[in-house]
Nanobody, 119 residues
Framework: QVQLVESGGGAVQPGGSLRLSCAAS????????MAWYRQTPWKQRDLIAT???????????DAVEGRFTISRVNANDMVNTVYLQMDRLESDDTAVYYC?????????WGQGTQVTVSS
């Protein structure tokens, strides 16, 4: 059974930083690409950053390229942690952030973590 638990969100002023964590447990996750997604009330949930299974290749959407950094630590076959370092945050980054595999599996979605960027 796969479990994904996001944490690290909060309220921050524009230009600030946050580091999100995703505690991922489950068979096979170590061998899957992982990603961060975000969703606002008026938009669908969008992929914003993805990282391959061993962490040596990452990709970002244009909106976060150069400001966000995704990374992962594979502790063992069952447990790994995926991070999202977010710098120079902007008001448009306000959203609920989720982690999942890439491509996402519907049954894996967790509760997400809220990020609010406001002065």
């Amino acid at each position: 059974q796969v479990q994904l638990v996001e944490s690290g969100g909060g309220a921050v002023q524009p230009g600030g930083s946050l580091r999100l964590s995703c505690a991922a447990s489950g068979i096979g996750l170590k061998y899957m690409s992982m990603a961060w997604y975000r969703q606002t009330p008026w938009k669908q949930r969008d992929l914003i950053a993805t990282i391959n299974f061993n962490g040596d290749d990452a990709d970002y959407v244009d909106a976060v390229e150069g400001r966000f950094t995704i990374s992962r630590v594979n502790a063992n076959d069952m447990v790994n942690t995926v991070y999202l370092q977010m710098d120079r945050l902007e008001s448009d980054d306000t959203a609920v952030y989720y982690c999942n595999t890439d491509p996402a599996k519907e049954s894996f979605w967790g509760q997400g973590t809220q990020v609010t960027v406001s002065s």
